[in-house]
Each structure stands twice: as structure tokens, then as C-alpha cells.
């Protein structure tokens, strides 16, 4: 019987998680066809089923600008769902890990957020993201909520893939260049996750905890552009370098609010579990390969 449950089968980090030999024996995926994480009879019928011994919930409402209009579908997912399963959980002694979002700041600061910073969400995505946590820390269960942010992969919709289509398209592209994080891509963060699977299949301790996890360095989304250009270029996945173009987050003119300052102190997790996070350029260029093959 597999021991993990991993719940939001159609996310980026989840279909990386899956994609890794090393997890598909002890790891079962459920989608929200099969698992409806805003209904808790839904999440407590297949605990029941499948009896896992450790849960990860890679399940989000995250498009951040439709969560504006689609407010009630953002906290039923990302606050009341999550309560939800803190509680199952909590009940069975099940431990869970859950994946939450830099969006939980308001990037005001000016050095990387540690964990114990004061959160202060600037929009519905982050105010939903950041009522699970609370709902998860609120209750008994055993979990590692574990802060991730500019998630990328050779899937779905994301920065990586929108910006190569636009190169693609032979366009004048502008960029906000006074936005910075550190870009991670849905594999770092699987391989991390896959780390913590083999960990807990070993005994070792569940170490409960609010953690920040990302890529090692940091640039801005202009940045992030040119070097995903400049990289695609070397791999042929475009003809040529497009017209690029810095801009700042007041002349874009962006309606919705967004950190400033998304980066993530990991120096807690880097130290309790000895773990080597790769440079952002290098995970990057992994993602292209991926993409190059296609």
C-alpha cells in the first residue's frame, strides 16, 4: 500500500512530484475530481480509503488576479479546505505537509523574509493562503507549511512559458524590474519533497514547523526574462533575442497589489536538513532542456 498522499494531482509541483521514479511507488495522486478539498467529506472519504501515512497538500486556488472576483472559491480552497484537512489529519495523527506562498507578505521590508516575520498579504491570494496557515497552526495536527514563491516548470501556465511564447511572437516585451524573488522551479521544490518522503519512509522525525524553501539567488522578473531569453536562445528555442524592456510596477500599471520584495530566507531549512538548494540559473536551464525536447 502506498504510504503518501499527495492532493492536487493537476499542479505544477505535483505532476513534478510524480514525474520522479524515486516517489511513484509510494505516492498516491488525487485530483479535485477525486478529492474536493473544500468539501471535508470528500477529504475524510478517501483518508479513509487509502489510509496514508503521511499527506501533502499541493492542492491551491492560485491564480492571483481572478482570485479578486473569485473570492469566495479562493478561501474555500485555500483557508476552509485547508482547515479541513488540518483537522482530519489532526484526528488520525497523520502528519501533512502543506505548501503556502511568499504572497503571505506585503514585500515591504527590505531584507528576505524569515519565517517569523509579521505577515500582511496585500491581496485575496495571499489573504486566502495565509488563513490556512493560521488554520493549520490553530489546530493539533503534525505539518511543515512550507513557503514557496515564482514557481515555474515545462508545464501548465507560468512566467517561463509566457515569456518564450511572446519571444516566439516577435514582440516588444516589458517586463517589471523592481519585483524581486527567487525563481523556483515545480521541481526544486519536488525534489525537496521527495527528500522529506524517503525521510519519513526511514523514521526519521517529522520536524512540525513553518519553513521557506526557494532556489538559491534572487532577480527581478526583468531579469528572470532576460536570462530565460538569453538561455532559450542558446538552446534554439528561440530564433532571436526580443526587444526587452524594463518597467517599473507604477508605469505597468498593475490593478492588483504584489510583494515588492518576495525573497525568502531558507536558512532554517538549509540547516536542519542539510539540504543543497540549486542556483535558480541552473534549474532554469533544466526546464528549457525539458521544453527543447519537446
Sequence with gaps: MKRVLCIGRQGQVAQALGS????KEQVT???RSELDISHKSSIGSAINRLAPRLIINAAAYTNVNQAESQSQMAFDINGTGVQYLAE???ERQIPLIHLSTDYVFDGTQSRPYVEEDVTHPLNVYGQSKLQGEQAIMGSNVEAMII????????????????????????????VIEDQIGSPTSALDVANMLTMLIKRFARGEPFHSGLFHFTARGETSWYGFADEIFRQAMELDLIASLPDLKP?????YGAALARPANSRLDCSHFDTLFAYDRPRWQDSLRQVLSQLAEK
Design 20 to 23: 520522479i521514479e524515486a516517489v
Design 147 to 174: 513557503r514557496i514563491s515564482w514557481i515555474y516548470s515545462a508545464v501548465g501556465h507560468n512566467f517561463v512559458k509566457t515569456m518564450l511564447k511572446l519571444a516566439q511572437a516577435g514582440k516588444e516585451i516589458t
Design 88 to 90: 482530519l489529519c489532526a
Design 247 to 251: 518597467i517599473s510596477t507604477e508605469a
Design 29 to 31: 495522486f488525487l485530483g
